[in-house]
Nanobody, 122 residues
Framework: QVQLVESGGGLVQPGGSLRLSCAAS????????MGWYRQAPGKQRELVAY???????NYADSVKGRFTVARDNANNTMYLQMNSLKPEDTAVYYC????????????????WGRGTQVTVSS
């Protein structure tokens, strides 16, 4: 069983920045993949970025150059530095953890955390 707690969301003006954190705990093996997802009202959940235990990362085209994902393997913590935020970034942001690339890309997890709300508005 893995527990996931997202934090760091809030209200920010366009062009501003936020740093999200994802704390994972429970039964976790080191060779995992952690991903950030977001879901806006009326839209499907989408994969924002993911990071392997090696540090290799991937980003959705919509956030490339603006968001940076990082992780602290020793503490099973993942971060998402979000810069140059746009109104279309408004969503509930979730994290999750898996052991296969297909699971992470598809977002087919058994459970999700509560997420953290990010609102980008003037």
């Amino acid at each position: 069983q893995v527990q996931l707690v997202e934090s760091g969301g809030g209200l920010v003006q366009p062009g501003g920045s936020l740093r999200l954190s994802c704390a994972a705990s429970g039964s976790i093996f080191s060779s995992n993949i952690m991903g950030w997802y977001r879901q806006a009202p009326g839209k499907q959940r989408e994969l924002v970025a993911y990071i392997f235990s090696t540090g290799m990362t991937n980003y959705a085209d919509s956030v490339k150059g603006r968001f940076t994902v990082a992780r602290d393997n020793a503490n099973n913590t993942m971060y998402l530095q979000m810069n140059s935020l746009k109104p279309e970034d408004t969503a509930v942001y979730y994290c999750n953890l898996g052991y296969s690339w297909t699971t992470v890309v598809a977002g087919t997890f058994d459970s999700w955390g509560r997420g953290t709300q990010v609102t980008v508005s003037s």
